[in-house]
């Protein structure tokens, strides 16, 4: 059994800060690429930032500047630290990763269950 359990959401003002930590727990073989994405009300669900087992990273366009993904492998961990944060920021916050297992040969895909960022003054 994986999991993966955000947490470090909350309320924040406009231009604050905000980290973000997952942790992945379970059987794990090994880390393949993690990342953040986030679903804002009424809107579909998107990449926040990536990184992989190496450490390259990706970037939404609108956040590469503000945001910065990091990872450790031998605790398991993906953060996200949030810089300058809007309102538009707004959103439930998805850590995803994929595993490979005791069980499966190949790596799968999980997702959090999510930590909500709301950004207001």
């Known amino acids: 059994q994986v999991q993966l359990v955000e947490s470090g959401g909350g309320l924040v003002q406009p231009g604050g800060s905000l980290r973000l930590s997952c942790t992945v727990s379970?059987?794990?073989?090994?880390?393949?690429?993690m990342g953040w994405y986030r679903q804002a009300p009424g809107k579909e669900r998107e990449l926040v930032a990536s990184i992989s087992s190496s450490g390259g990273t990706n970037y939404a366009d609108s956040m590469k500047d503000r945001f910065t993904i990091s990872r450790d492998n031998a605790r398991k961990t993906v953060a996200l630290q949030m810089n300058s944060l809007k309102p538009e920021d707004t959103a439930v916050y998805y850590c995803?990763?994929?595993?490979?297992?005791?069980?499966?040969?190949?790596?799968?895909?999980?997702w959090g269950k999510g930590t909500l960022v709301t950004i207001s003054s």
């Open positions: 995803n990763a994929y595993v490979r297992s005791l069980w499966t040969s190949n790596y799968v895909n999980y």
């Open positions: 379970g059987s794990i073989v090994s880390l393949g690429i």
